[in-house]
């Protein structure tokens, strides 16, 4: 009873902070859904019981800054600091707010108290952007009047203007754009961009997905898509042959048939991705070491295979490990020089991250044969993603 005594007979710009109701020395170090400046003490208990969602305040009694919250103190990390008092309003009389102890203002507003009888509701910010397509779903946090609000649409899109808060409570007017999904859409997005790593978003049955790609030739007007490799691709045209079919012995082929026929082997760094379906260029060489060119999964060798069990020499790896991607299962490999070639295996991993082949066969030594992709197909990964700092995630610049 001394308690309400002592805040009713104060007038609400009494400064002096000895309530019972107060725990001095503290500071609630959450974020604050709300922030006044230059009130008084019982001004900032006042705005408190005046909007809906308050329950505790902290106030700094130097500067006057009177900061709301949405729980009581107690679910809150304080700390020690002696310029703030902390206060919960289940602590204070009602009776403070005068005729907006029932008031019905909506949660981004303040009740202010303008008879016995009467009141007003006075915005004080906005709330949530709400269950819009293609844009985050409604929080129900107030943001104050100018506050900016960052990434608004979901994962993959970006909102078409700079959304703010406005005096009247309402969200700038926004659409939300799809991010790029490839190189080129990248360089009209922002043509400060330049080759490197970036996220860019594929479209798959209505759901976009995020994905890492390497663009290159950002300056020109041909940007090409890569996908980086972190582990060893190869393609292997094998430079070694049978001297024996009966012992399976091998040696290295004649330099002639080395160079005649491209034997040799293609180590992949990276490896270019059609735009459309994920679908592989297979004879892109831009990133890649070789003797002689090999396309991506491809595998062949100079020996002819009658009546012997020798194992093919030919070999190739796709390993998409530590990528945004897995293989496809729908790709295609078919044999090249048939029916003197073999395709002895085609591996999937479980995960479908690596596939192996084991490809050779010629109809005579001059003639090299083995096996070739028709159509590599790259899916993304749905339990993997490299780390999100390895790559830039788009900031478009609007016009």
């Given at each position: ?23 001095h020395?503290e ?25 809906f ?5 902290d ?9 709301l ?21 289940a ?16 949660v ?63 969200w ?59 582990y ?5 045209r094998?430079?070694?042959v ?41 004879g892109?060489?831009?990133?890649a ?48 020089l ?57 900031r478009?610049?609007?016009?």
């Amino acid at each position: 009873m001394l308690a309400y005594v002592s805040v009713i007979m104060c007038h609400e710009t009494c400064t002096h902070l000895q309530y019972p109701q107060l725990q001095h020395g503290e500071q609630i170090t959450n974020d604050s859904y709300l922030v006044f400046d230059d009130l008084y003490p019982l001004q900032c208990v006042k705005t408190c019981i005046s909007s809906f969602v308050c329950h505790a305040f902290d106030y700094n009694v130097r500067t006057g800054t009177c900061s709301l919250y949405r729980r009581p103190s107690g679910d809150y990390v304080t700390g020690e600091n002696l310029n703030y008092v902390i206060g919960d309003v289940a602590d204070w009389p009602r009776s403070l707010a005068g005729s907006c102890v029932y008031h019905t203002c909506p949660v981004n507003a303040l009740c202010s108290a303008i008879s016995s009888s009467r009141y007003v509701c006075d915005v004080v910010g906005c709330l949530g952007t709400g269950d819009k397509t293609n844009t985050l779903s409604g929080d129900p946090a107030v943001f104050q009047v100018g506050y900016e609000l960052g990434d608004v649409c979901k994962e993959g899109y970006y909102a078409n203007t700079t959304v703010v808060c406005q005096h009247d409570g309402n969200w700038t007017a926004f659409t939300c754009l799809r991010l790029p999904s490839n190189c080129a859409e990248l360089q009209s997005c922002n043509t400060s961009y330049r080759d490197g790593e970036y996220w860019l978003y594929h479209s798959d049955q209505g759901t976009v997905k995020r994905m890492k790609i390497f663009c290159y030739n950002m300056t020109t007007l041909n940007a090409k898509d890569y996908v980086t490799l972190p582990y060893f691709n190869f393609a292997s045209r094998s430079r070694y042959v049978y001297s024996n079919y009966s012992t399976c012995t091998t040696v290295l082929a004649d330099p002639d048939t080395i160079a005649d026929h491209k034997l040799g082997d293609t180590e992949y760094l990276k490896v270019q991705l059609r735009r459309s379906k994920l679908r592989i260029a297979r004879g892109d060489t831009t990133f890649a070491n070789y003797t002689h060119k090999t396309f991506y999964g491809t595998a062949g060798d100079a020996n002819i295979f009658v009546n012997t069990t020798c194992p093919a020499l030919g070999q190739f790896r796709i390993d998409l490990r530590n990528t945004s991607f897995t293989v496809n299962r729908t790709s295609e490999w078919i044999l090249h020089l048939s029916p003197w070639s073999v395709m002895e295996n085609i591996t999937f991993s479980s995960n479908n991250q690596i596939v192996d082949g084991l490809c050779g066969g010629a109809r005579k030594p001059n003639k090299p044969g083995g096996c070739r992709s028709s159509n590599v197909f790259f899916e993304i990964n749905n339990h993997y993603q490299p780390d999100l700092k390895s790559a830039v995630i788009p900031r478009c610049v609007m016009n």
